[in-house]
């Protein structure tokens, strides 16, 4: 079966909870930054809790699908009750998941993320830890394959990508993480360096390139197109997302939402949005509009995939969407 993209990386069950009141929970200052405090040896209260399916492959393959592309996904679950919840979830999406493959003796990745004033801190098991199992079959076939952030090492499969990037002409969009940046460099620029895409934060972005936190973004845009991408897109929360191909550096802002609930799926639904309308029309500036308007809307409810939109969604939000500027 022909796909349109197919993801590869990290499919987790999430558990989000919201602690009642400052009474319990406090932020203080230090120098490494903001601290969320909890009293020790505390019973803490929740006002809120809510479960979903999560994993940055997953979640934006769940994505790519109610934007109407045929998609996939390639990764491991434990051989448990949770790794049949998420098979199912996925499965209702859409989502084909023939090389989702569970191994036996592992509990599937899970994590627990804590709101609190709007911002998240997210405990991880890391369930299924050797990704140098992960198989990508000789007959593959898609137009696309999106390498998302995964939470643990995974270069030994650039070389399979690399090798269909050449071989077969499959296009490769990357987003890879901190710990991938952290764990290997000099791999990862291998595959950068014949990818279509790549999307980082601003973060990612100056780690890889070993950039000073005050860097302009047009000069952290034109280091990072300097490692081989086509299409390099940096997000920067609240500033909005920054775009560079061979022809244009575009900003824009962000889209204003109803009310932040949960931050936690906001890059990989950005990440959605763009690859979604840039894969059907190759248009980077309006892919930059869909990313935009997908991120701030599902942030607006619990979970990583709960509020990822549909097409009609996001065509009927692109006449209140802001408009691009040149860098």
Request: charged letters at 20%; a positive charge.
């Amino acid at each position: 079966m022909a796909y349109d993209v197919i993801t590869i990386g990290d499919a987790v069950k999430d558990t989000f909870i919201k602690p009642c009141s400052t009474h319990f929970c406090s932020l203080q200052i230090n120098m490494h930054g903001e601290s969320l405090c909890l009293r020790h040896g505390d019973k803490i209260s929740v006002d809120e809790i809510s479960y979903g399916i999560g994993g940055s492959a997953a979640n934006v393959a769940v994505g790519l699908s109610r934007l109407g592309l045929k998609t996939a996904m390639i990764g491991a679950v434990g051989d448990d009750v949770v790794a049949n919840e998420i098979i199912s979830e996925l499965s209702k999406e859409n989502v084909a998941t023939t090389w989702l493959k569970k191994y036996k003796g592992v509990m599937t990745s899970a994590s627990i993320i804590v709101i609190f004033n709007s911002e998240r801190t997210i405990f991880v098991y890391r369930g299924f830890k050797d990704y140098h199992k992960t198989v990508i079959p000789k007959n593959i076939n898609t137009n696309w394959i999106y390498l998302g952030p995964a939470v643990n090492e995974i270069s030994r499969i650039y070389s399979n990508l690399i090798g269909l990037a050449s071989e077969k002409n499959v296009k490769i969009a990357i987003n890879p993480s901190s710990r991938q940046i952290e764990q290997g460099k000099s791999d990862l620029l291998r595959i950068i360096k014949v990818a279509k895409l790549i999307i980082l934060n601003k973060q990612e972005a100056i780690d890889l390139t070993v950039s000073s936190k005050f860097v302009e973004i047009k000069k952290l845009l034109l280091v990072l197109k300097s490692y081989g991408p086509e299409i390099v897109v940096v997000t920067d929360g609240k500033n909005g997302a920054y775009s560079c191909d061979d022809n244009n550096q575009f900003g824009i802002k962000i889209f204003p939402t109803k009310k932040l609930i949960d931050p936690t799926g906001a890059g990989d639904a950005f990440s959605t949005g763009f690859l979604a309308n840039y894969a059907k029309n190759s248009d980077v500036g309006q892919a930059l509009r869909w990313g935009i308007i997908n991120s701030s809307r599902v942030i607006e409810q619990y979970g990583a995939q709960t509020n990822l939109q549909t097409r009609i969604q996001i065509e009927k939000s692109l006449e209140y969407a802001p408009h691009l500027y040149k860098l």
